[in-house]
């Protein structure tokens, strides 16, 4: 998976940034999301992907991150995040952080947590949720 230009999106679609180091992670992610109806931007690169939403912070309205990248991890994209965009939902994934499971993530902004392997409808049913609050 190549990463994206942040493009405009159309009056009503919902634009989600996808940042995960592995490909086949941002692949599948993408599909499923666009299957139900969103417009994804994604990135394998957390540096990258923080350039390109400084670039276009307004087009974006919810971000999904990996935690454990190289780079910036995705407590360091979404603290960089929310300097720009206090109020941007954000979902952290993670598949083995312990470290995050004793923080008070909502004090850090961060909108959701999710512990990967992770129900692919309950991704859904999240993202549906923080995108319509």
């Known amino acids: 998976m190549q ?3 942040i493009e405009e999106p ?3 679609e919902k634009v989600i940034l996808l940042v995960d180091d ?3 992670i941002t692949g599948f992610l993408s ?3 666009k299957m139900n109806g969103y417009k994804v931007v994604s990135f394998n690169d957390s540096i990258e992907a923080l350039n390109a939403f400084r670039q276009s912070p307004k087009t974006i309205d919810l971000v999904i991150t990996d935690q454990t990248m190289p780079g910036l991890t995705g407590l360091e994209l979404t603290l960089e995040i929310l300097l720009l965009r206090p109020a941007m939902p954000i979902i952290l994934v993670t598949g083995f952080s312990e470290k995050l ?3 008070d993530i909502i004090q850090l902004g ?3 947590f999710m512990k990967k392997p992770f129900n692919n409808d309950l991704l859904i049913e999240t993202v549906s949720e923080l995108l319509a609050a």
């Open 101 to 103: 499971l004793h923080l």
């Open 10 to 12: 159309g009056p009503t």
């Open 3 to 5: 990463n994206q230009k």
């Open 31 to 33: 599909v499923l999301l």
């Open 22 to 24: 592995e490909p086949s």
């Open 110 to 112: 961060i909108s959701a």
